[in-house]
C-alpha cells in the first residue's frame, strides 16, 4: 500500500485456497503488508475486540478488513453490523470480497457499513486478475490511522 506497509490487513476468509490464491496475489502486485488469516467471523470479531485467545494482544493499527460473507460461526453480514457498532471499530474499512453478486446482497453490505463490495470470479484466471486489481486499488487508497 502506497508506503503505508503499517496497515494490517486482517483477511477473514474460511477457504483455505480462496485465502491463499488472495495474499498471493496481492503479493504478486506489491502489497508486502502484514496479513492476518482467520477463518470464520467469530474469531474475527475476537480478534477485533480483542476477546478470547486475542485477549492478551493489541488490535494493530492502522487496519484493513478484506470480508467473505459466507463463514461458519457468524458470518460476515454479522461482522460489519458488530464492527461498525463499535466506536473502537466503526471507521476500520470493510472490503467485501465473496462469490455472490446478488444485487440485494450488495445492497444490503452497504446499508450495514461495508466501504467496497468485489464480488470473487469462480475461474482460476478471472479470480488471479480481480485479487491484482484488487491489490492495484489497495496500493493507493487511504487508510484512517484508526484514532
Known amino acids: 500500500m502506497n ?3 503499517s496497515i494490517t490487513i486482517l483477511l477473514v476468509e474460511d477457504d483455505k485456497g480462496h485465502a491463499r490464491l488472495i495474499e ?10 502484514p496479513i492476518i488469516h482467520l477463518d470464520d467471523g467469530q474469531k474475527a470479531l475476537d480478534f477485533l475486540f480483542c476477546r478470547e485467545e486475542y485477549k492478551e494482544k493489541a488490535i494493530p493499527t492502522p ?14 453480514h454479522q461482522v460489519i453490523k458488530q464492527m461498525k457498532a463499535n466506536p473502537s471499530t466503526h471507521r ?3 472490503i467485501v470480497l465473496t462469490t455472490t453478486g446478488n444485487a440485494s446482497e450488495v445492497q444490503l ?14 475461474e482460476y484466471p478471472e479470480f488471479c486478475e480481480a ?17
Do not use: A, S, T, W
Not at 63 to 76: A, E, K, Q
Not at 109 to 122: D, R, T
Not at 131 to 138: E, S, T
Open 24 to 33: 498471493k496475489n496481492l503479493r504478486r502486485v506489491g502489497i508486502h503488508n
Open 63 to 76: 487496519l484493513l478488513v478484506l470480508l467473505d460473507l459466507n463463514m461458519p460461526i457468524l458470518d460476515g
Open 92 to 94: 476500520i474499512p470493510v
Open 109 to 122: 453490505c452497504y446499508e450495514l457499513g461495508c466501504n467496497v463490495f468485489i464480488k470473487k470470479p469462480v
Open 3 to 5: 508506503n503505508q506497509n
Open 131 to 147: 485479487i491484482g486489481k484488487l491489490g492495484m486499488f489497495l496500493n493507493i487508497v487511504l487508510i484512517p490511522n484508526g484514532d
